[in-house]
């Protein structure tokens, strides 16, 4: 059974960075159909789409609303995709799912259960 | 971006009744090469992630129960619940993946029951 399991959510200060990770389990992480993004909500907002990641991690996605502050990547060996995010904003106050997608580019088959960020001074 | 306009906003269904969702995509979804449109609806109950209901406009995941159903084409599509039931009060999203590098949403429908 697939399982995605998100952490690092917080509170952090405008401006500061934060790094969410997710372990994926049931599944052959390295696959090639298995392409992994990240989508947020924000508090009581409807679904954005972050970042989007190859399997084997050639090729990356960002929303314009993240680019040049925040990263996707992952790691193989680890079974773990990552966001690295950077110079955080109150608008990026959001829960943050780590999401499978079940044929390269397509549809999210599988969602983790979230980690909030919270980007308040 | 394709810009996913979803309507109502939300609606409320007497238990049995049917329930219909409207979404409409900026340009159309409709890959020529295989003529699938490239569409999910996603049903999100509170305080849950996302689910999957419906994908290519109108094959059902495995699991969700026959009374959703997708229809549509091109830049018009319908997400019908026929008869209503309790568990399915949720909000309710369309989201294109016809666009490489730049999937988007629908702005939600909140179906609650009348």
Aim: hydrophobic share 35%; net charge neutral; with cysteine.
């Amino acid at each position: 059974q697939v399982h995605l399991v998100e952490s690092g959510g917080g509170v952090v200060q405008p401006g500061e960075s934060l790094r969410l990770s997710c372990v994926a389990s049931g599944f052959t992480f390295s696959s090639n159909s298995h392409h992994m993004q990240w989508v947020r909500q924000a508090p009581g907002k409807g679904l954005e789409w972050v970042a989007h990641i190859w399997y084997d991690g050639s090729i990356i996605y960002h929303a314009d609303s993240v680019k040049g502050r925040f990263t996707i990547s992952r790691d193989t060996s680890k079974n773990t995709l990552y966001l690295q995010m950077n110079s955080l904003r109150p608008e990026d106050t959001a829960v943050y799912y780590c999401a499978k997608l079940a044929v390269a580019g397509t549809w999210v088959s599988k969602w983790g259960q979230g980690t909030l960020v919270t980007v308040s001074s | 971006d394709i810009v996913m306009t979803q309507s109502p906003d939300s609606l409320a269904v007497s238990l049995g009744e049917r329930a219909t969702i409207h979404c409409k995509s900026s340009q159309s979804v409709l890959y020529n090469s295989n003529n699938k449109n490239y569409l999910a609806w996603y049903q999100q109950k509170p305080g849950q992630p996302p689910k999957v209901l419906i994908y290519w406009a109108s094959t059902r995941e495995s699991g969700v129960p026959d009374r959703f159903s997708g229809s549509g084409s091109g830049t018009d599509f319908t997400l019908t619940i026929s008869s209503l039931q309790a568990e399915d009060v949720a909000v309710y999203y369309c989201q294109q993946y016809y666009s490489t590098a730049s999937w988007t949403f629908g702005q939600g429908t909140k179906v609650e029951i009348k």
